[in-house]
């Protein structure tokens, strides 16, 4: 059975970081991304990771200020949040691909997902 368990989301000042956790199970093989949703927008992809933990894509939005990363015996992917800014407030879910098959980094190709972490970015 294949679960992905998100954590680490919450309340932050902008400016603040925060980091976010996927401990998943029942996958082997598997590209990782986040993603995160707005109330009223499209879910979009922030930034995913190959299997083997090589490169990384982060969207245009989040780069030099976000990085992923991973640890395959631990079952866990990270999002390091920095600089963290209001228009970053949204759900972020962690989704799971057969590897080396999202190679668009989107959001369809992506076909396990977790329940999702609430971060808010207070001004």
């Known amino acids: 059975q294949v679960q992905l368990v998100e954590s680490g989301g919450g309340l932050v000042q902008a400016g603040g970081s925060l980091t976010l956790s996927c401990v998943y199970s029942?996958?082997?093989?598997?590209?990782m991304g986040w993603f995160r949703q707005a109330p009223g927008k499209d879910r979009e992809t922030v930034a995913t990771?190959?299997?083997?933990?090589?490169?990384?894509y982060y969207a245009d939005s989040v780069k030099g200020r976000f990085t992923i990363s991973r640890d395959n015996a631990k079952n866990t992917v990270w999002l390091q949040m920095n600089s963290l800014k209001p228009e970053d407030t949204a759900v972020y879910l962690c989704?799971?691909?057969?590897?080396?098959?999202?190679?668009?980094?989107?959001?369809?190709?992506?076909?396990?997902w977790g329940q999702g972490t609430q971060v808010t970015v207070s001004s």
């Open positions: 029942g996958l082997s093989r598997y590209d």
């Open positions: 990771i190959s299997w083997s933990g090589t490169t990384p």
């Open positions: 989704a799971a691909a057969p590897a080396g098959k999202a190679t668009a980094h989107s959001v369809y190709e992506y076909g396990y």
